[in-house]
Each structure stands twice: as C-alpha cells, then as structure tokens.
C-alpha cells in the first residue's frame, strides 16, 4: 500500500508567518509522531500520537509548535510566528502500535526555510 | 539519558572495500535498536530492528549485529548505489533516540 506521505514538500516563509505541515500516515496505523531534522544534528523527537489518547507533546521546542490528529489519521503541525531557527526538515512517521515497539515507517518529510 | 553515538561521521570507501559502522549507545533497558538508511532528500527508510545481545540480521550487502552497548552495520562489498547516510537510534519513551548518522560515500 501507499507509504506515509507529507505536504508539502518544501515550504519557503518569512520570519513571524504561521505555518501548517501536513502528514497522512499509513492506512491501519494507530501510533503517528513529528520528528525535526536540523542541519549537522540527528532527529529529534517532537509529539507522538496514539489511537485517541491524549499526545505526547514533551519534545515540543516551544508554545509555537503545536499538532494535532483528526479522526486517527491525518495530523497538522502548526508552527506560530516562525523564526529562522524553525528551518529544518519536518518528518513524519507512523507505525502499526506502539506496546511491541513496532517499527516507524517515515514520510518523505517537509523542507521548511524561514527568511 | 538515553544516549546513541555513531561513529565515524563520514566514511569513504571504494566499491568492493568492506568496513563497518558503528552505533554505540546507553540506555535503561534496551526496548529495541534500529538501523535506517536515508538517501539524501529522503526520508529515513528501515533497514533493521535489532532486540537482544547477539542478534544479528542480513539484507543484500549489509548485516547488523547487536551487543550489550553497541552495534554495527557490517557491509560487504559495496556499491555505489550504497552512498547514503545511515542512521542508528533506540527505543526511548515512546520514541525513537537518534544518533547523528554515519555519511557513506562509495566510489567506483
């Protein structure tokens, strides 16, 4: 079936502009999560969404940053008032469940610059 | 903390030399080690999922093995079309903790 996809795929905006990055995971998975990759550094673990539970919202850099999951799939995250340190490659991953440490399968990710 | 350290950070190898990569890490109760391998512009693709001491997994050129605080990614004879980044990471949380990668280039 089709891999987990995200758009767009790049994203130019200006310093102080809202952004909203969008992820369709992989039909039937449960467990979906936001990643950033900077430039020279790993991945870093952003939110993680499971079923309807409530998110894991501890690897949020900042009150700008929020995500959100409608009806188990599709997730939107929004960053507020960008500044140039946002600029970063957004990934998105998801997975069949999360108990038995299933694997993540990632999107193509989203190239954000902020000027 | 969860901790995950690759080395080395690049690594240039001509087609047929074989080497390996190495994943070192600390973290309370191994949940599960992966490998992946991402192709620049791309996102991160899965490569291996590794649980235990001793463990060891294949896939074409490539083989990953697992102790109590480190793995490598063994790759044998490789091509051109191996070039990538390969990332290591561990089950941390509900996440996964990654390493910064290990940048292989092979030239023919």
């Known amino acids: 079936g089709a891999g987990v996809s995200q758009s767009p795929s790049n994203k130019v905006t200006e310093k102080g502009k809202d952004v909203e990055l969008r992820c369709d995971p992989i039909s039937g998975h449960t467990a979906l999560y936001w990643y950033r990759q900077s430039l020279g550094q790993g991945l870093e673990f952003l939110i993680y969404f499971q079923g309807n539970s409530a998110p894991d919202k501890s690897g949020l850099p900042s009150d700008r940053f929020s995500a959100e999951r409608t009806g188990g799939s599709v997730s939107t995250l929004t960053i507020q008032r960008t500044q140039q340190e946002d600029s970063a490659v957004y990934l998105c991953?998801?997975?069949?469940?999360?108990?038995?440490?299933?694997?993540?399968?990632f999107g193509p990710g989203t190239r954000l610059l902020v000027l | 903390e969860d901790q995950v350290t690759q080395s080395p950070e690049a690594l240039r190898l001509q087609e047929g030399e074989s080497s390996s990569l190495n994943c070192s890490y600390t973290?309370?109760?191994?949940?599960?080690l992966f490998w992946y391998r991402q192709d620049p512009g791309k996102g991160p693709e899965f490569l291996f999922t590794?649980?235990?001491a001793g463990e060891e997994k294949e896939k074409e050129r490539l083989k990953a093995t697992l102790t109590k605080k480190e793995s490598f990614l063994h790759i044998t004879a490789p091509k051109p079309e191996d070039s990538a980044t390969y990332l290591c990471?561990?089950?941390?949380?509900?996440?996964?903790?990654f390493g910064k990668g290990t940048s292989l280039l092979v030239t023919p």
């Open positions: 990471a561990v089950v941390s949380g509900y996440a996964l903790n």
């Open positions: 590794l649980y235990s």
């Open positions: 991953a998801s997975s069949l469940r999360t108990v038995t440490q299933e694997t993540q399968y």
């Open positions: 973290v309370s109760g191994l949940r599960g």
